[in-house]
């Protein structure tokens, strides 16, 4: 089974597992409309595992002055909908990460769902989901929840200098790995390109300080 990194504090005693919330995907678009078909394709090959966990994709386009985003997200949208329940969000206005990211917070805090917040140049693999969704129920005292990758700088296994020039190798080196492992480990921080918060950290401290720039920057996970 695929392993993931949680960040946060140890719990100084075990409490019951929280229960499972629905799950929002929230995706931000700017311009790099070649990022589109990779990202969406990835998530429909999670299907299965989206709709096990009552999940629902929001695909926001943040760059709506660039009409080859949108073609290519309404391209894909058909089969997108047709393996889970997916929207697409047009911003009337280039918000940046922070403030198009607060949108979601907003909406997973109102219908009490995780959250998982999903850099576009991210590939995500089957299982990888559902692991992720596991991690977080293990101890009440977990808020955030963070996959490997082959190229998410902490989060980076196997380690290397730079990114693969292919995946697969990446993959093959990782599964050599990954029984080895522990099922989950506490790290000091979690990295931002596929983040799983808990709602109820949302609903208690809000969103992302809109101090901080628009900002915009492939990582596949495991």
């Known amino acids: 089974m695929d392993t993931s990194h949680v960040a946060g504090a140890p719990a100084l005693r075990r409490a019951a597992a929280p229960e499972a919330a629905r799950l929002l995907i929230a995706v931000p678009f700017y311009k790099n409309e070649h990022l ?4 969406v394709g990835s998530l429909i090959a999670c299907a299965a595992d989206i709709t096990a966990l009552d999940g629902e994709v929001l695909l926001y386009v943040d760059s709506p002055d ?6 290519a997200l ?3 949208l058909p089969a997108a ?6 929207k697409l969000i047009v911003n009337t206005e280039n918000l940046g990460f922070v403030r198009t990211m607060n949108c979601a917070v ?3 805090v109102a219908r009490r769902c995780d959250l998982l ?11 990888a989901l559902a692991e992720m969704a596991r991690v977080l129920r293990l ?3 977990t808020g955030f929840v963070n996959p490997r990758s082959d190229n998410a700088t902490i989060a980076t296994l196997p380690l290397h200098g730079a990114a693969p020039a292919d995946a697969a190798c990446a993959r093959l080196a990782y599964r050599a790995l990954a029984e080895k492992l522990p099922a989950m480990s506490y790290v000091p921080t979690a990295v931002g390109f596929c983040m799983l918060i808990a709602w109820r950290v949302l609903a208690e401290f809000g969103g992302f300080d809109e101090i901080y720039g628009k900002g915009y920057t492939r990582k596949t996970i495991w």
Request: glycine share 2%; hydrophobic share 50%.
């Open 74 to 76: 309404e391209d894909v």
């Open 117 to 127: 917040l999903l850099n576009s140049d991210t590939r995500v693999e089957p299982g």
């Open 66 to 71: 660039h009409p080859a985003l949108l073609a």
């Open 81 to 86: 909908r047709a393996a889970f329940a997916c």
């Open 36 to 39: 589109v078909a990779p990202l």
């Open 139 to 141: 101890d009440h005292m």
């Open 106 to 108: 907003a909406e997973a």
